[in-house]
């Protein structure tokens, strides 16, 4: 492949440094940064996403003039499939894919490195692998006859049909639940394996970074990222996120910061059992999220900005 076919893919556990890492990579080696979260598409879910902090406007084209729509930018470093979508609105990892692979395109015709940063492992995979993603329609009687059942019974099914995807899967969240089995039972297969470069053929050069910083480090940087993110006003945006119309259901399918902090704003939680209970279940999080990445031998693991760079050197010669 010629190197305008290469991209650099970032992956590894929430609160690993996924994002600055992205970014000092960015400006280093020309990139633009694709951001592969399945959270952060979402507007107005910034503290509770961990979203960089970036602003929507008209940047340089790199001595080409201005881009021609407003570009979220962070750090001068453009980010893509952040910030846009209507969190009312479900958004698949089909539409992720294929505005994923125009965005890519995009970078490409401009001269510069695709960054493909983030924790959402089927939204990379879908990319990079180039999978052939079933086009599943809602079926109603179905997800309501799945309904009845606890998430421990359809996460039991689940193992029995796809382990792959019951390993991974957050099974708190029956709403992803149902729709895992939904396509399963409906497509007669599971979702197609990571690497499964038979599917179609892969379209990039791809070099894979993974950060793997100690367990008892992780979790140092995840209560405090999380303790500064309440004190930011996590709570405030979960509660504007009320106002603006969305019910506690949709807030609890979003997971972890929203599925919590909800409880405690309907006082079901107190503040205490809150933070612990959240704390616990975003670590768990991370061991799911290591748990898909562990499983693909392209990833190199590193722990700091100096051997990522030389890596990436190393990849162009």
């Known amino acids: 492949m010629s190197t305008i076919d290469k991209i650099l893919v970032i992956v590894g556990p929430t609160s690993s440094g996924k994002s600055e890492l992205a970014v000092k990579l960015a400006k280093r080696f020309k990139g633009e940064i694709i951001s592969a979260d399945s959270r952060q598409v979402y507007r107005d879910m910034n503290l509770g996403t961990g979203k960089v902090e970036g602003k929507w406007k008209f940047c340089k084209n790199r001595g080409r003039g201005f881009y ?7 750090k001068n470093t453009p980010h893509y499939l952040i910030d846009f979508a209507n969190p009312k609105k479900q958004y698949s990892v089909s539409q992720f894919q294929k505005q994923a ?4 395109a995009d970078i490409f015709k401009r001269g510069r490195l695709p960054i493909i940063c983030g924790g959402t492992g089927h939204f990379i995979d879908a990319v990079v692998y180039n999978q052939n993603l ?15 059942q606890s998430n421990e019974q359809l996460l039991e099914y689940l193992k029995q049909l796809d382990p792959d995807r019951a390993s991974v899967i957050d099974w708190h969240n029956k709403r992803r639940l149902i729709r895992a089995l939904e396509i399963i039972i409906t497509t007669g297969k599971p979702v197609p394996p ?4 038979t599917i179609r053929p892969l379209q990039y050069d791809v070099l894979w970074l993974g950060i793997n910083l100690p367990q008892d480090d992780l979790y140092k940087k995840i209560d405090k990222r999380l303790k500064q993110r309440l004190k930011a006003g996590m709570i405030k945006e979960v509660q504007k996120l009320r106002k603006q119309g969305l019910s ?9 910061e929203y599925r919590y902090i909800s409880l405690y704003l309907q006082k079901k ?10 704390s616990y279940a975003i670590k768990h999080y991370s061991k799911r999220q290591l748990t898909w990445w562990k499983r693909n031998k392209e990833i190199n693991w590193i722990s700091n900005y100096k051997q990522a760079a030389g890596t990436v050197a190393k990849f162009f010669k």
């Open 269 to 278: 939680l107190s503040y205490d059992e809150m933070f612990t209970q959240l």
């Open 101 to 104: 692979k125009k965005t890519i």
């Open 68 to 74: 021609k729509t407003k570009v979220y930018v962070y």
């Open 134 to 148: 079933p086009e599943v329609p809602p079926n109603p009687t179905l997800r309501k006859e799945l309904d009845k």
């Open 248 to 256: 506690w259901k949709r807030l609890d399918d979003f997971g972890l």
């Open 194 to 197: 990571v690497g499964a470069d």
